[in-house]
């Protein structure tokens, strides 16, 4: 049997834990979050999936799906040698 104690703890995790699970924003809440915080004069602008990955600390294989899904366009700057440079930019980027 558990002391008063320890029986009390359990009772505040249980009780803390529906406030903490209110609030766990998904991937692209987290994207639009972090969008929204870069300043308005650098936010229309090519970004590197690294810059991406970087900015919300999970990989390019999951970040890819939430920036099509809005709008946003990959894009590819070729070079004389053949290599190129991929970049995403947002929907409302203008070239």
């Known amino acids: ?14 009780e803390a834990t529906p406030e903490a699970q209110l609030y766990k924003p998904d991937l ?3 994207f639009l979050d972090w969008f929204d915080s870069v300043p308005e ?4 602008r090519p970004y590197s999936m690294v810059e991406l990955e970087q900015a919300l600390g999970t990989q390019g294989r999951y ?9 946003w366009v990959r894009r590819r700057r ?11 930019v947002p929907a409302e980027f203008k070239t």
């Open 78 to 88: 070729w070079s004389g040698n053949g290599a190129y440079l991929r970049y995403w």
């Open 41 to 44: 004069i650098s936010r229309y």
């Open 28 to 30: 692209k809440q987290r």
């Open 63 to 71: 970040i890819s799906p939430v920036l099509i899904s809005l709008g």
């Open 1 to 14: 049997m558990p002391s008063a104690y320890i029986s009390g703890l359990n009772r505040e995790l249980d």
